[in-house]
Structure formats: C-alpha cells, structure tokens
C-alpha cells in the first residue's frame, strides 16, 4: 500500500504545484475580507495667530472610535494623532505605507481613511507654526497606495484641496464592498474661500458632528442598515450648511473630489455588524438629539415619519429629546449588550422626564439582561449621587467663609487653605472648629476621617477608617479600610482594603482589596484582588485576581480573564479577549480581531488571523487531520494521523504532533512553514512476526504550498522531513520508510521525506 500510494502522490503534488499560477487566477473573484486603515489627525493649536481650537481632538477621536466600532477599522490598524507635526504625520504615513502593503497580500481589497480636524488655509494644513501643502497631503495619500483612499478635512478653505490640478468635482459613482474599485474620495467641510466653524453647544465642528451622525445611522436614506459614502456625504452637506446658514462667521458648502472606478455604493459603516441599536419607530417625526449619561450630544437628525432610523450606539443609558413644533419631550433609554431598542411615540414624555428602560433584542421587553457596562453605569450614578448629596450637605454645614490666606489650586481657582482637616462625617468637621465653607472650596495638605472624609483638593493625604469622598486633584495619597469615592483626578496612590471608584484620571497607582472602577484615563497601576475595570485608555499595568477590563491599554494587562478593545503590549490570563493586539497574548485560550505579534495558547481563534482545519494524505499511507491557529507570523499546529496496518489482526499505527508555523507568504497564493514534534504510537507494530509495543517522538519539518478557492476551501500540496537519531535506540516507524533518505550531522541524523496532499475547510 505504501508504495502505490507513494506513486499516486508523488505526481498530484508536482501537478498541484505546475497549475498554482492557473488556479490563482480563478482564484481571485474568492471571499476574502476588505482590509481598511485609518490615519486620524486632530490640531487643536494652528500657531500664534490663530485662536486655540477646542473640538478638533475629539472630533478625530469620535469619527476614530465610530469607524473602528462600525466601520471596518481595526484598533491595530488605526494611528491617533494629537497636535503632531508634520513629520510625525509622515513617519505615521510610512508605518501605514507597510502595513497596507502587507494587507495586500491576502485581502480582496485595501482601503486607506485619512481624517483631519483643525486649522488650514487655502495652501494646507496649519500645524503649530508648521504648514503641511495640500500637494503633499494628496501625494502621501498616493503613496499609501492603498485601492482605495477616502479623505475628510473638516478645516478652513479646505475646499482648495479638491481643487487642485488633477482635481475636480463630479457625480459620485461608488461602489459597494461586493465589487471591484480602485481610486480616490475626498471631502471638505468648506469651500476653498469658507470659514469652517466649531460649536460650544454642539461640542464639536458642525461639520464632523453631523458626519458622524451620518455615520451612525442618521445617513441611512435607504434604510438597508448600511451608510455610503455618498448618503453621509449629502447628509452632512444638507445638515452643516442649514445650521450654519444663521451664523456669524456665514454659511458653509462641504465640497468633494471623487474619482472611483466601480459600480454600486462605498459602504462606510455597517450598522447590521454586532452593535447595539436603538432605532426610531416609524410614528416617531421631529428634530432628534441624542445624548450619553454625561449629557454629550452623540447624533443629531431629522427623523420624518413612515420610516425607522436605526442608530448604532454602544451599551448603556441614554437620553433622547424629541423637538417638534414648540413641543419637547424626553425618553430615557438603556441598552444591554448588542441588543436593539425600540422606541415609538408613546415612549416621550413631556417636559418631566420619564425614565422608560428599554432591553432585549427587539422582541420585547426583559429586565434580567444586564451587562457589564450596566452595572458600571449604575454604580458611577449612584458614586456621583452620592458625592452631589455630600456636596449639598456640608456646603449647608459651613454657609460662611473663612478669612484664611488663599491659594490657588491646579485649575487656577482660588480656594481656602486649610493644612489639617479632621472629619467625622460629612458636614461634621472637628477641626478646624471655625467654618471654613464648602469642602469643594478647600485645599488641604491632609485630610482625616473619622470613621468618614470628604474633602475638595487635596495636596497630600486623605485617610479615613472607613470612606473618603473626595472631589477635584489628589497630589499623594488616598487611602481608606473599606473604599474610595473620587470624583476627579488623582496623582499618586488611591488605596483602599475593598473598592476604588474613580471619575477622572489616574496618574499613579489605583490598588484595592476587591475591584477598582475607573472612568477615565489610567497612567500606572491597577491592581484588585478581584475585579479591574477601566472604561478609558489605560497606560501601565492592570492587574487583578480574576478579571481585567479595558478599554484600551498600552502595556501589559495579568489576570484569570483579561478583556480589552485594543492593546499594546502583554494580555497574560487564562482566557484574553481583545478586538486587536499589537504585541502579544499568551494563555490558554486567545480570541482577537487580529494580532499584530505573537499570540500563544491551547487555543487562538484570530479572525484576521490563521484558523483553519485540513486533511490530508502522504505517501507513507498516513491520513492527517490538521489544526492550525494564531496569527500569520506565528500559529500553533495540532495534527493527528492514522495508518491502518496491512497485516490481518494489526491495530493501525496513530500519530500526533504539535508545533509551531508560520504564514511566510499569504494571499490567494499561500505558503506555510512548520517545525514540529511527532509522535508514533502502535500496539503491536511488528517487523518479525513479533507484536511489540512502542512509542516514539521525533522532529518534522513541513513545508505546503495551497490555492485559496474560496473563503473556507483551499487545496495544497508540500512536503515533510521526519528526522530519526542514529544513536537512539528507536523503534521504525511507517514514517521512517520510503525513498529519498539523506543523512545530516554527519550520518548522525536520517532524514526521511514525504509528501502529500490535502484540502483546507
């Protein structure tokens, strides 16, 4: 059997090999993913003669977390730029340059998103003292070189940039992601001779605000749950230029440059992806606002009757208002999950606001699915409930003022200097015995509770055997037996034997006995006992007992269970779930959007990653299962084999093996490179008549080259190298047959060859 098989093999592999060229032609129309890149600039500093912007960093960050969260742009596959020069701006380009050309490789398609918010003039980009040309923006857009390459410039006369030569303005034709494109978008927030403006009340350009409406649902005209790029475009041209028409600095016309070759849509985001969604019914008609639990306004619309909008939105509470005529009314909401909410007409209430929780998947109405991100809410309300009944309570305490010296705080205002502070409970303080006002208007250097504190800024200590309240910076420590209650900044250490609660950021070291909660930036250590939350990006470590989660971290996240958005670094747990990695995860089970490093464990499921299942045949007579999972750099092997033996009453000879392999050439055109550990077990394997029991493990390097046919098929063929050392006293293998054997390491080492060839699912 061995040798007719070795004879049958031997030419279907040098055939498979022959036909690639041919077979990866018909290989191209094959499903494979749309690969999309973002570069996002925000500049809020346009030099010494332009006024400091305040939105352009948040809009960059909002049109950022929007297209990553529903619009295909992967959290590794995105840059992030605050106030940068420009050539920060290029080196960022070149990173991108090599990754896109990377993603070639094995993407049906490529696309570059560069989005810029800030100062400009007719010439270019005001950065700093620094101008960055117009010419040059579209020529480092060229040599990303991307298949397709969408540009949005929310700045002043940014008009001019599609009016350079080469540029023009025509109808849009784009495509959808089903098909074929190749070429160029570019929009503008203003003509070439237009003032593009921000908005206190907005908290945004008006420009990119309506854009990312747009982008959320709002543009949605055809209601198919997905946004082009030409439905976002004519919504935020129609929005910016109604609402700007009555203002001081005059109205603004959105301007675009589009040159795409293709047929259909450009679908930008995709609000059918996992989302949570609340959608407006169709008996819903009038101006719609939608804000956050922080008040902050996330989409804006026109909603007109007979037709639902749906608006992708992460978990959590929200307030809609509803403006029709002279009438507005208000509804709470609460989404859990990736659930979608519906809200009709009955669900508003007039100028007292009703709170009305919506949950589930559409189907009705449940009240048991809370998520995470729920609880989180409810226990920053009522942490913040908390400190504002404290605040209401101690300022009636201390009604007067004390004339003690002043000094200012780190915000700049001026407050009332006490150094020692000793509290038994809020609104009861026993030294000093003189009113000295509000808490939220001291500074003090150290702060004692007895059993509780609640302080304003501190410059040194609080310390409380059982609570502190505190409001405003924290310059040393915060330390309590049971917990603490921050709202604000924190520099140096919150501490505390069961809880931390943080509403603002954290600058040293967040540590407690059971679970840290944080809603803003981390920049240090998070250590619990139990449980590490961080809603914000975290810089540093985050470490727990039993669960980290993140929003985003740069460094190094240690628990049983670690959850992130988007990492930079070490995700070391049992079980890490993050939507990218630019570094490494190292546990037993991996699962990730993509992986830009290493990732190792039992179990690496990578979307963008390699997972897939084979079988195969060599010549030796050996059938393979074969497993392979990680990232394309570095994926781990499982294999499993079976040889049914030729003599009547013989148990069949099983093989195993594990290692590692790398993706060294991928596409429709595939190579993969594996060094493994094998194993050979038998019951009564004989050579003499004589049934013998062995097991026997030895190294194999394989090497297989495959065609992708299609998403989830692919055939390959490639060849193995078995090795056997001559000075151990090893059983022969079925493996260790055939023709073809050299020796290494002086005639130390056999090496036998073998062939195959398989299927991929």
């Keep these: 059997m061995n040798s007719f098989t070795r004879k049958l093999l031997l030419p279907a592999v040098l055939v498979l090999f022959a036909t690639l060229p041919i077979l990866s032609l018909a290989g191209q129309d094959a499903d494979f993913p749309v690969r999309r890149f973002g570069l996002f600039i925000g500049a809020n500093d346009g030099g010494n003669e332009r006024i400091t912007l305040r939105y352009a960093l948040s809009d960059a960050q909002r049109v950022a977390?929007?297209?990553?969260?529903?619009?295909?742009?992967?959290?590794?596959?995105?840059?992030?730029?605050?106030?940068?020069?420009?050539?920060?701006?290029?080196?960022?380009?070149?990173?991108?340059?090599?990754d896109v050309a990377r993603a070639k490789t094995d993407s049906r398609r490529v696309e570059f998103v560069l989005y810029y918010s800030g100062h400009s003039d007719e010439h270019g980009l005001l950065l700093d003292d620094n101008q960055f040309s117009y010419q040059e923006l579209r020529d480092l857009i060229h040599e990303v070189d991307a298949d397709v390459s969408v540009a949005i410039l929310d700045s002043c006369s940014s008009g001019s940039f599609t009016r350079l030569k080469g540029g023009f303005r025509a109808q849009p034709f784009l495509m959808n992601d089903s098909a074929e494109m190749s070429?160029?978008?570019?929009?503008?927030?203003?003509?070439?001779?237009?003032?593009?403006?921000?908005?206190?009340?907005i908290g945004a350009s008006f420009f990119t605000h309506y854009f990312v409406s747009g982008l959320l649902g709002a543009a949605d005209s055809t209601n198919d749950r997905r946004v082009t790029l030409n439905e976002v475009y004519q919504y935020a041209f129609t929005e910016t230029?109604?609402?700007?028409?009555?203002?001081?600095?005059?109205?603004?016309?959105?301007?675009?440059?589009?040159?795409?070759?293709?047929?259909?849509?450009?679908?930008?985001?995709?609000?059918?992806?996992?989302?949570?969604?609340?959608?407006?019914?169709?008996?819903?008609?009038?101006?719609?606002?939608?804000?956050?639990?922080?008040?902050?306004?996330?989409?804006?619309?026109?909603?007109?009757?007979?037709?639902?909008?749906?608006?992708?939105?992460?978990?959590?509470?929200?307030?809609?208002?509803?403006?029709?005529?002279?009438?507005?009314?208000?509804?709470?909401?609460?989404?859990?999950?990736?659930?979608?909410a519906l809200l009709g007409e009955s669900d508003f209430a007039g100028s007292e606001l009703e709170q009305n929780r919506v949950r589930g998947d559409g189907d009705g109405v449940t009240e048991t699915d809370d998520t995470l991100d729920d609880v989180l809410a409810d226990v920053r309300r009522l942490a913040l409930e908390a400190i504002d009944e404290v605040q209401k309570a101690t300022a009636e305490a201390f009604s007067t003022t004390n004339t003690n010296r002043k000094r200012p705080d780190l915000t700049g205002e001026t407050l009332t200097y006490v150094p020692v502070t000793v509290d038994v409970f809020p609104g009861m303080r026993i030294y000093p015995d003189e009113p000295v006002g509000s808490p939220s208007g001291i500074l003090t250097n150290f702060a004692v509770g007895l059993p509780i504190s609640y302080t304003g800024p501190i410059n040194g200590a609080a310390m409380s055997y059982f609570l502190n309240f505190g409001e405003g910076p924290v310059h040393g420590v915060q330390y309590a037996a049971i917990g603490n209650m921050q709202q604000g900044g924190i520099s140096g250490?919150?501490?505390?034997?069961?809880?931390?609660?943080?509403?603002?950021?954290?600058?040293?070291?967040?540590?407690?006995?059971?679970?840290?909660?944080?809603?803003?930036?981390?920049?240090g250590v998070q250590s619990a006992g139990a449980v590490n939350i961080s809603v914000a990006p975290l810089t540093g470590l985050q470490a727990s007992g039993a669960v980290n989660i993140a929003g985003d971290f740069v460094g190094m996240q240690v628990s049983t269970v670690n959850v992130a958005e988007n990492g930079r670094g070490v995700q070391a747990g049992v079980v890490n779930i993050a939507d990218s990695v630019s570094g490494m995860q190292l546990g037993l089970v991996n699962i990730a959007d993509d992986v830009d490093g290493i990732t190792l464990g039992l179990v690496n499921i990578i979307r963008f990653g390699v997972f897939d299942f084979s079988l195969?045949?060599?010549?030796?007579?050996?059938?393979?299962?074969?497993?392979?999972?990680?990232?394309?750099?570095?994926?781990?092997?499982?294999?499993?084999?079976?040889?049914?033996?030729?003599?009547?009453?013989?148990?069949?000879?099983?093989?195993?093996?594990?290692?590692f392999g790398s993706r060294v050439w991928g596409g429709t055109i595939y190579l993969d490179v594996e060094l493994l550990a094998r194993m050979a077990y038998s019951e009564n394997y004989t050579t003499t008549n004589t049934a013998i029991d062995y097991t026997t493990i030895f190294p194999s390097l394989r090497l297989s080259g495959g065609i992708q046919l299609g998403r989830n098929l692919a055939v390959f063929a490639g060849v193995s190298f078995d090795g056997r050392a001559n000075w151990l006293d090893v059983p022969e293998s079925a493996l260790y047959s055939g023709d073809g054997t050299f020796e290494v390491a002086g005639e130390g080492v056999t090496v036998f060859p073998h062939t195959f060839i398989g299927i991929k699912m």
Excluded: C
Excluded at 82 to 97: G, N, V
Excluded at 187 to 201: F, G, I, K, V
């Design 241 to 340: 230029l109604s609402r700007t028409t009555g203002t001081y600095a005059g109205p603004q016309h959105p301007s675009y440059d589009i040159q795409l070759t293709g047929a259909g849509d450009l679908v930008l985001t995709d609000l059918s992806q996992r989302t949570a969604s609340i959608i407006l019914g169709p008996d819903i008609a009038g101006r719609v606002y939608l804000r956050d639990h922080t008040g902050t306004l996330i989409a804006e619309l026109e909603k007109f009757p007979q037709s639902p909008v749906q608006l992708a939105v992460e978990p959590g509470s929200y307030l809609v208002e509803l403006v029709s005529g002279t009438q507005r009314r208000l509804a709470e909401i609460r989404i859990a999950g990736f659930s979608e």
């Design 616 to 659: 195969s045949m060599d010549d030796a007579g050996v059938t393979w299962s074969t497993f392979q999972h990680g990232t394309r750099g570095l994926y781990t092997v499982y294999q499993f084999g079976v040889l049914q033996n030729d003599l009547e009453g013989m148990e069949p000879e099983y093989f195993g093996a594990l290692g």
């Design 65 to 98: 977390e929007v297209l990553s969260r529903v619009g295909g742009v992967g959290r590794t596959d995105m840059v992030l730029l605050d106030d940068p020069s420009p050539e920060e701006i290029r080196s960022s380009a070149e990173k991108l340059m090599y």
């Design 493 to 523: 250490v919150q501490m505390s034997g069961v809880f931390n609660i943080t509403d603002g950021d954290v600058r040293g070291v967040q540590s407690a006995g059971v679970i840290n909660i944080l809603d803003d930036r981390l920049r």
């Design 183 to 201: 070429g160029h978008a570019f929009l503008t927030s203003s003509s070439d001779n237009e003032a593009s403006q921000e908005s206190d009340e």
